[in-house]
């Protein structure tokens, strides 16, 4: 089986080498730098991190399990 491509005609085996190509091209492009582990949040955050004293907001999510409040039987049990 011969594949058509603008003017030319491609081999089954070169076109998924071709495939598998740009595959990982898109793959290794799309990679990010992992943060620093110095600890600092970078310069460009949405959101940061505030106390619970400034936000006045102290909250314990305790949950006890028991024979029928577990998540096997309540998928959601520990969603809220």
Known sequence: MVTRFP???IRPVLLRRLILAVVCIAL?????T???SNGTE???TLFTLLPADKTH???SNTLTE???TNVLMY?????G
Do not use: I, Q, T, W
Request: charged share 20%; glycine share 12%; with cysteine.
């Open 34 to 36: 992992a943060p620093s």
């Open 66 to 68: 028991g024979l029928n």
């Open 7 to 9: 003017g030319r005609l």
């Open 28 to 32: 290794l492009g799309s990679c990010k």
């Open 42 to 44: 970078p310069e460009n």
């Open 57 to 59: 907001v102290d909250f």
């Open 75 to 79: 998928e959601y049990f520990y969603n």
